[in-house]
């Protein structure tokens, strides 16, 4: 089983990738795993932290070889709104959820949940169903996802001015949130 040695952004490399693995969100975000790929080949990701791996992006793997990442397609739905302030407030909604979403240019893509296609109708949301790949938004402060992270936590900044903030926070969530799926 080859290891991978490092991870390359789409965009940032060149030429055929000697395999593939096709992938979906939840599998895209791992610390350790072993990928089973396309071509047979069997590769061990095995990282100091999870990593979030996106479509496109190539696994170096010990040999100098390339892996390439495809994203599975999977059964979203494509949220668009009569103005850009629904389509915001919808956002709003969906962030207060922690509910990973895709940014697309005039519209907002999540996977489908019917509680959570309902909450967007009631907003004035128009929904159309789609299989495609998903690749949301990453976490706020860099972690590439949204979900399991602690909502009690202090951090300090010094933003340059010279003066250290302390930004701690808890919150409550809208029990309307919680669901089944």
Known sequence: MMRVREILAAGTWEGAPADSVVLDREDRHRRRAVLDCAGGTNVLLDMPRAVHLHHGD????????????????????????????????????????????????????????????????RLGGRMTPLVAPFDPEGGAYGHGTVEGHDHAHSHDHDHSHGHAHDHAHAHDHDPSSLHDT
């Open 58 to 121: 190539a696994l170096v793997l010990e040999d100098g070889r390339l892996v390439a990442i495809l994203a599975a397609a999977e059964d979203l739905v494509e949220i668009e709104a009569a103005s850009a302030d629904d389509l915001l407030r919808i956002a709003w909604h969906l962030g207060n959820r922690h509910l990973p979403t895709q940014l697309v240019p005039g519209a907002l893509r999540i996977r489908h949940d019917h509680v959570i296609e309902d909450m967007i109708a």
